[in-house]
Each structure stands twice: as C-alpha cells, then as structure tokens.
C-alpha cells in the first residue's frame, strides 16, 4: 500500500496541477479537472460514503471486515441486492461504467480518439444487441427482480455518492445503470472466456504453412497423458464415446485477422480447480480450490461479498465482477463451486458473396439487417458507422490495405441467454443436486464447473456447444464456412433473439462431459476429455498446469496421507516449471557449446525446476526460454508474414525432436545462442535472482497519466505455466485464490484490494499478502466493530 508520503504528494499533485498538459492534453478536456479548490478531481477526493442510505426495498445493513468486503445483511432479497448494488458503486462504478461502455461501443465519448477503433469493433458485434436478448429471456424472472433492485441501488449511489476519481480525470459524467448493464458485464465476461478467431488464424496458417508443418505445429494432441477426465477415473462417468473429425480450410486475409485479433480476449485467460472427496481428507468432507487467471488490474477484475437474506435462507460469499449483482464463485453454507474455461469452441465464421446491401446465403440474394450507429469522440470527429447482420449473427467488415474484408461471426452468447438466472441459483443452492438444476441454465461461457458439499464431489461441463454436420456426419468447427453456399449454421439458433436450446442442435446437458463422485479431479484449461461423444474446441492449455495438478494429487493420495486445506495451499503455491524439467537436460547437454555462462549453468545444474524469486535459476531459465522461443520461430514466421501471435503453443516447442527442420537440424545451437542471449539481458540489466524481474506490475488503465494510481512492485514467483501462476509482466494470472472445505475454515485472497480509490487503505492491503502465497478467512461471521451502511426509511 503507498505510504501516506506517497498519497500526499498524489494529492498534492492531483490538487495542486501537478498533471499538467504533457500528461493530459487539452483535448482530453481534464485540465479544468485539477482547479485547486474547486475542480471535479478536488470535489471527487472530498465526499464521503453516507453511513445512512435510503431504500425502497426495505431495511438491509452493510458491514465491513477489516478488509473491506462488506457483509450485506437484510429480510428480504431485493433490500439485499439494492445494498449490494451500492456498495459495488461505491468501490467499483468507473470500472462498472468502463466495462458496458466498452462492450456497447461507447468509450471513446469518454476517453476519445484512441479507443475508435475498439468501438467499431463492439458496436459491429452488437454485444448490447446480445445483452438485450438476454434481458427478454429473464423477463418476469426473480433474477430480473433482483438485478432491477441491483441497479436501484447503483444508481442510488451515482446520484448521490463522490463521484470516482478516474470519472472526474477522464471528466465525463456516468449514467445511470440498467439491467441490461449488468448483462452488458456478462457478456464482456462470457466473450473474454469464448470469444476467438483463432478458426481464422488456422485457416491463415494451413495456406501457408506445408502441411505436415501445420499438422506437427497446431493439429497434433498435446501428449501429456493429463486430461481432466483420465483413463481410470472413479465415480460416474459421462459423456466419453468419440466422433468422426472432418477439418477443412479457407484462405483468409492475416491482415484482416490481426485486426480482428486486437479486440479478441487475451490467449493466456484460463484457470486451475481441483477437489478432492472425503474418502482422502482428514475432515472426511470435501475439499475444494480454485484460481481463475485473469487480467491482474487496478483494481482487480473480482470484488468480494457476502449476502445474508434471513428470510430466503440465504448465506453466501464468494467473488463476482462488478457490475452483476450475485456471488459467481464462492461457498454458501452447504457447498462450494468454482469454474475454469473448457476451450469449447462456440464461434463460427462464415464468408459471403456480397453486392451492396445484400449477401448470398444458400444460394438466395437477402438484405443485410442493417443500423447506422454514431460513435461518439471526446475532442474529435464523431463517426457513422453501419452495423450488419446476417442469418448467422454479426456481420463484421473493415477495410484493410484499400480493400474491404469481411467474416460473418455466430457466437452462442449472442442469443438470450441465462446464466444470470443460474448464477443466482446457485446462492440458494442446498447440495449437488441443486446445482446440477442451476448448472442447466448456465447457457454461456463454456465451462468446467466443480461443486462440493460436504458428501460428494461434481465436475461437469456446462455451456450451449453447438454440434455441426456435414452430409449428416459430425464434423469439427475449426473450419471457415462459406455462407452463400449454405454451409454450417447451428438449427434452433436465433442471434440476437431467443434460441431453441433444447430442440436445436446442441450437445445435450446430460451427454456432456462430466463425472459424478470421483476420488479427486484437478483442471487447468487442458482437453477436457481423449474421445469426448461430441466434438468440444481445439484450443486447449499446453498441459503442463494440467500434468502438475494431477501429479501433486496421485503422490498425497498414492501416499495414504490424508488431504486437508493446508495441502491444498500448498498445490495451489506450487512453482514447479515442467517446461524447465523438459528443457534444462537439454541445455545442460549444450554447455560446451555456451561460452560465458558458468555461474547460470551451475545454478541450472543444481536447480529442482521451481520458478520462486530468490532463485538464480528460475531467472537464468525464463529469459532463456523465451530468447529460445525467438530463436525458434522467429525467421520462420517472418517469412511467412507472420508475427509471434501466431506463434504454436509451448508443448510445440518443448516436444520438438533436436534434430527439427525449425531448428535447422541442431537444437543444440539454438539453445546455445539463447542462452548467450538470457545471459547478456541479465548482466546488461544487473539482475541476480528471479525476483529482480519478476514482480507485481499490475497498473492502473491511468498508468500513463498518473503513475501513483499504479500498484507497488513486489517480488513475486510462479510463472505463466505453474500453478501459483503469474504470467510474465503480470498482466494476468490468479485474479482470486479460493480454498473451500465444509469441516474448515476456508480461504481467499485478491491481487490488490476491494476499494478502488487510491485514497483507501484498502486499495491494495491484499497485494503483498497475494505476492507472497498468503490467504485472509474467508469468514462467515459478521464483524462486531466494522463501518456500517444502514440502508431503509423509504419502504414500497
């Protein structure tokens, strides 16, 4: 947390017009912002949050632990969720107002000219089209009921509470919230998890590559042995038959692609969850943890709560996003659940002849459904733009090199759907067997949830999965359709209405992927399944988080050593790179080759493979491998055309025979200048450990304009490939670390904090702790002595 010297001068520099013009230009229109005394930034860091807030739903009280996660206490729900909603805004809102401004297409009304190109992008998707289809299938719904009084309260707060320091930097005003805002969030939410090109980037890569190169590079299964539902698995076990593949490819512009590819969610979001049953604990319960990878921001992408409704019997904590009413992750008094991503591949692409306002789809000439949108440009030029759809969704078209691309995109979570509803549910659930009904509704993202109660473990995976057919054979999704000729095309599916989910062709609840009551399970975005009874997706994790989970798992249980939460920490803090247990023989075999590196090579040579921060190692081994990585594809691609987004994942390369066209025939020597490469970075920047690298870097979205709203950089281990996961330059890794146990106290821990004013001492009380492998109670009991919020006085 910055010292009070730090937030002085912050302060100091904020009031005094400390920012001046070469940080902030004048046509951001911020400079009158900082007018000491009377400025929107003034006025913004002098209010304070009222202990007292009027309600229409009734009386509810709000009370803070020592780490700022409010403790929500009411009679009823809707009393419950207006608090929640306030509270939220009250930490949250310009990051609320960030994210549905972002999916509608609407930032640059805020920010301006820099973020044009992302708002075309958003508003050619129609996410707020998407958003409010699903809004229509939650109408009449308690879901609905709770999210109007969610937004009650958010709005409560905008009217009357300090407005958010970034709102009075970026100096514009937030509007009211909706119901559709929240689903707005969902979506950005469901898109970050789904959402991808990656169809078209194979596409790219089969015209250009030579075959046995693509089928080696990007086709080949990853052979770790390590899928989540292994051969042998115990309990009930479903959805595992196999199916006929039938992969095909398209000539696709890389141009197109890579713009395409700058508004598409960062390729290293995954997760890692494991559980393991009674029979292996020392409880005799259940014992559940989990980390989902996400961005690492300021403030973090969750935000912790607890709800009590005394007369719902409601008593729930957990993490949700901003912006949506209910605990996503969490625990309530019967069970605990979390989710990581399964890969599912959910997106179809589709070309089309097209002339003027009309494409040709299944050999007819149709009118495109268009709109003309206005984007909106703080201190610039307002843009027109034409958003198109088509039978399939959207229809996204941009000029590139003087000649207009196009792709037709479907997503699932274009249509209405629910997981809002199943969300809620899952709150009020009393076992598995209510889950497993919640679980039904969760219609996007695709995911591998994991439930425990304090009987049985629960693995499953949920999410809409289109099946495609071909002559009616099932057949693979990692192909472009063409539209005009009528190909692909998902029955029963509506974009941007309502979808027959049942009657349409998706893989049916009960035939996908799961198993009821296993000894322990363990996931970390590796294939779900080796011959799954419908095709799932193709892009999956490298493995090596997915190997190490079940290695930790098959040593405790094989041991007959019971499993309790301490054991479960110590998993989720494991360091262990199987990356540099596959490589470092190699480089070691390589010495005589490396000239200058002694003092690195001996490190290696006595290293256990751990990527922790006082370790010579580790730093010797990660600006090596990715000096290897250069090394290896760099020439190749660039011949191609290509840069390192398109790069084959890391399984690639570790499995690569030494004697690999890519490495001209000698591994050997690529190592070599690697390593001469790792060295010379080190001793040019003076570094001496792991930790002198790599540290918490997680900035504000005004780094750029004002440092100090930044985090402090703390050493820190892991790396983007082991399960205590942090992604180099952490910009992502565990955004939220849960271990949940019936019979024990259970545990979490944020990236930073709950509050998002720089001014709070919660803005980051929980970074060092996060840093260092450390946890807080994640508590049930409501504080004696916290701040309190009374809600009431102003009763329907």
């Known amino acids: 947390m910055p010292d009070d010297t730090t937030r002085r001068a912050f302060l100091g520099a904020l009031l005094g017009g400390g920012v001046g013009a070469a940080a902030l230009s004048p046509a951001d229109g911020l400079l009158d912002s900082f007018a000491p005394l009377s400025g929107r930034t003034w006025e913004s860091t002098r209010g304070a949050v009222p202990d007292t807030v009027a309600s229409q739903y009734g009386e509810a009280t709000v009370t803070y632990d020592d780490y700022h996660v409010p403790h929500v206490e009411a009679d009823s729900e809707a009393a419950a969720y207006f608090a929640v909603g306030y509270v939220q805004a009250a930490d949250r809102l310009f990051g609320m107002d960030l994210v549905r401004r972002l999916m509608d297409g609407r930032l640059s009304a805020a920010v301006g000219e820099q973020t044009v190109e992302s708002d075309i992008f958003h508003a050619k998707m129609d996410f707020r089209g998407a958003a409010e289809a699903s809004a229509e299938a939650l109408e009449g719904t308690r879901t609905e009921a709770m999210t109007e009084a969610f937004a009650d309260g958010v709005n409560a707060y905008i009217e009357d509470g300090p407005e958010p320091l970034e709102a009075a930097l970026a100096g514009y005003d937030i509007d009211e919230w909706a119901v559709v805002d929240s689903l707005l969030v969902g979506a950005q939410i469901s898109w970050g998890l789904t959402g991808s090109f990656e169809t078209l980037r194979r596409a790219v890569l089969r015209d250009r590559l030579d075959t046995d190169d693509y089928r080696q590079l990007y086709e080949a299964p990853f052979d770790h042995g390590a899928p989540i539902i292994r051969k042998g698995t115990t309990g009930e076990v479903q959805g595992v038959d196999g199916f006929p593949a039938s992969p095909a490819a398209e000539r696709v512009d890389s141009s197109f692609v890579d713009w395409l590819a700058a508004h598409e969610p960062p390729a290293w979001w995954g997760s890692n969850h494991w559980a393991v049953g009674g029979d292996h604990t020392e409880s005799g319960s259940p014992v559940l943890a989990y980390d989902p990878h996400l961005t690492l921001m300021v403030p973090p992408v969750w935000y912790e709560q607890r709800i009590t409704v005394a007369n719902e019997d409601v008593d729930v904590r957990g993490a949700g996003f901003p912006?949506?009413?209910?605990?996503?992750?969490?625990?309530?008094?019967?069970?605990?659940?979390?989710?990581?991503?399964?890969?599912?591949?959910?997106?179809?692409?589709?070309?089309?002849?097209?002339?003027?306002?009309?494409?040709?789809?299944?050999?007819?000439?149709?009118?495109?459904?268009?709109?003309?949108?206005?984007?909106?440009?703080?201190?610039?030029?307002?843009?027109?733009?034409?958003?198109?759809?088509?039978?399939?969704?959207?229809?996204?078209?941009?000029?590139?090199?003087?000649?207009?691309?196009?792709?037709?995109?479907?997503?699932?979570?274009?249509?209405?759907?629910?997981?809002?509803?199943?969300?809620?549910?899952f709150s009020k659930t009393e076992g598995v067997d209510d889950y497993r009904e919640a679980l039904?509704?969760?219609?996007?993202?695709?995911?591998?949830?994991?439930?425990?109660?304090?009987?049985?473990?629960?693995y499953k995976t949920t999410g809409k999965i289109p099946i495609r057919r071909e002559d009616g054979e099932v057949i693979d999704g990692n192909r472009v359709f063409d539209g005009s000729a009528g190909e692909g095309g998902w029955e029963g599916f509506e974009p941007f209405g309502q979808s027959d989910w049942e009657g349409g062709e998706f893989i049916p609840f009960e035939e996908k992927s799961g198993v009821v009551d296993p000894d322990y399970i363990g996931t970390a975005n590796q294939r779900v399944v080796d011959d799954p009874t419908y095709p799932i997706g193709f892009e999956y994790a490298s493995g090596f988080r997915g190997m190490r989970v079940y290695e930790r798992l098959d040593d405790r249980i094989e041991s007959g050593e019971p499993v309790d939460t301490d054991f479960m920490a110590s998993v989720q803090r494991d360091t262990l790179d199987i990356r540099a247990r596959k490589l470092v023989p190699a480089i070691l075999d390589a010495r005589d080759r490396i000239d200058g590196a002694d003092q690195w090579l001996d490190a290696l040579a006595d290293w256990d493979y751990r990527m922790e921060r006082d370790s010579a190692a580790a730093l010797a081994f990660h600006r090596f491998y990715d000096a290897f990585r250069e090394a290896t594809w760099a020439d190749d691609f660039e011949e191609l055309g290509l840069d390192d987004g398109w790069w084959p994942q890391e399984w690639v390369l570790t499995e690569l025979p030494p004697d690999d066209d890519f490495f001209d025939g000698d591994r050997a020597a690529v190592i070599a200048e690697a390593m001469a490469t790792a060295v010379e970075e080190i001793e040019a920047e003076g570094w001496s450990v792991y930790g002198d690298y790599h540290r918490t870097t997680i900035d504000h979205q005004f780094s750029g304009q004002v440092p100090s709203l930044n985090y402090p950089r703390y050493p820190t281990d892991g790396s983007g490939f082991t399960l205590f996961n942090t992604r180099d330059g952490l910009s992502a890794g565990s955004s939220w670390r849960q271990i949940s146990s019936v019979d024990e106290p259970s545990r979490s821990i944020l990236p930073g904090g709950q509050s998002g004013s720089v001014f709070s001492e919660h803005y980051d009380d929980q970074l060092r702790m996060w840093a260092d492998g450390e946890y807080k109670a994640m508590s049930f009991e409501t504080p004696d002595d916290g701040d309190t919020i009374e809600f009431g006085g102003d009763e329907e």
């Open 323 to 425: 912006g949506i009413p209910f605990v996503i992750v969490g625990e309530n008094q019967h069970g605990a659940w979390g989710f990581t991503n399964v890969g599912a591949d959910v997106v179809d692409h589709y070309t089309y002849e097209t002339d003027g306002d009309q494409y040709r789809y299944d050999g007819e000439w149709r009118d495109f459904e268009t709109e003309t949108r206005t984007i909106e440009v703080s201190g610039g030029e307002d843009r027109d733009i034409e958003v198109r759809k088509t039978v399939h969704g959207a229809f996204v078209d941009r000029e590139i090199d003087g000649e207009t691309r196009h792709v037709g995109v479907a997503w699932t979570g274009m249509s209405g759907t629910r997981e809002s509803e199943a969300i809620y549910e």
């Open 440 to 458: 039904q509704k969760m219609d996007v993202p695709t995911q591998n949830a994991l439930y425990v109660d304090d009987e049985q473990v629960y």
